[in-house]
């Protein structure tokens, strides 16, 4: 028997991600919320807002209380950008997508010449205010360097044989002869790195960071092997400087090699993206007071049951023996999958409306449609049907 079947509903939780290239997932928790208040007004309705460490981490966390802070710092190809980041006291939430991801460049993708250099400018501003625990989401990548870039901007010095500093990109890793980690931020000594994600793959070799996620950043055959050869001659390197070969942790391919900076450099620890998420937001309290909880994404489909924010939710709600039911814009898995992974009910844009347009240009009030759909399907004062 649900939670809410002997007290009636009181509170539904509102923990969806963003649906990519159209709503936040605060806009879609509000347009849900709306629909189910437009039924029954008496629902307590909280937001806490998901994500996985791509895109969004940042949003989830300010969403949750922590302050959004602007930095401006080098963007993937150079040119500067102003990047959020979020703070709690000594907390920080660091998104890669921010300052490296591939979505600032649009179609420019440049495989060989993108940094991370901007992902290692936002961690330094957060050691400036005082974070001593800086966790770092790094989905969304436009670099394969290997984190070269971003522990450059930490004060890590990577000279070629001549002595100068490397330059940006993957394209750079053959040219650094020795890394100097003398002058790195003082600040790294003091805090706790945290990699938010839920990529396993080696730096190197069929699954590493070239080969995988190279041809999505516009790298072709031969740049792949260049980059891959590039980033095993930068972690002979890093291993001579630090004295530990990090190159198969798992994660170390994430982001193209940016883990592979943050573990071996840094000494970054490794969580999942999405829990990690969930205890910096409150996830947990929130879920503690729910009779039915509401997730969802774009898209559902098989990569959402491999790590992504929707999935963890359902499996922390079925932990906690509270339905859930997912929102999204297309679903594309059987209903045996979305049941065997603790969701009850899913709804879906397309299911809403016979334009595909009319999904993407204007979802709010679909998602406000669908909200009403919920309240009049699951909510009852005798408890969730």
Known sequence: MARGATRGVGTVLLAPDKFKGTLTAVEVAAAVSAGIASVDASVRLVTVPVADGGDGTVAAAVAAGFEQVTTEVTGPVGAPVTATWARRGDEAVVEL????????????LDPMGATSRGTGELIAAALDAG????????????CTDGGLGLVQALGAKALSDNGSDASFGGAALRSVATLDLADLHPGLARAEIIVASDVDNPLLGERGAAAVYGPQKGASADQVRELDSGLAHWADVVAGATGADHRDDAGAGAAGGAGFGLIAVLGASTAPGAPMLFELTGFAAALAEADLVVTGEGKLDRQTLHGKAPAAVAAAARDAEVPVIAVCGTVDLPEREWRAAGIRDVYALLDQTTDPDEAMTR?????RRIGAAIARDHLSQKGIR
């Not at 974070?131 to 990548?141: E, K, P, W």
């Open 97 to 108: 997508a921010e300052a490296s991801g591939i979505a600032l460049l649009g179609d420019a």
């Open 131 to 142: 974070c001593r625990r800086i966790v770092v989401g790094i989905g969304g990548s436009a």
């Open 363 to 367: 979802p709010a009030p679909l998602l």
